[in-house]
């Protein structure tokens, strides 16, 4: 019997600074406990969102996994903040 390893998800949204930022916010966590979620340290997590540490893509890779969005969601929810904030 053949086996398939699970998949490994596939995200279309590029996170950047913001996004991480806004979507943390918006799940109402705060960076110690989305760090923890994608298994990366707080200090990184914050320099992350400052932009004074670069996105690696395994990073990357750990932080979308821990945000329970859709890439939809992203999008819409991202797309309000700025009009809110303009």
Do not use: F
């Not at 340290?41 to 540490?53: H, M």
């Amino acid at each position: 019997m053949n086996k398939t390893p699970p998949q490994k998800e596939e995200y279309e949204v590029q996170l950047t600074p913001e996004i991480i930022r806004t979507c943390r916010i918006n799940l109402g966590m705060s960076q110690g406990k989305l760090a923890k979620e994608a298994s990366v340290s707080v200090p990184l997590l914050g320099a992350i969102e400052r932009d004074e540490r670069p996105l690696l893509p395994h990073v990357a890779q750990r932080i979308r996994a821990a945000i329970p969005y859709t890439d939809e969601q992203i999008v819409e929810l991202v797309s309000t903040v700025r009009r809110l904030n303009q």
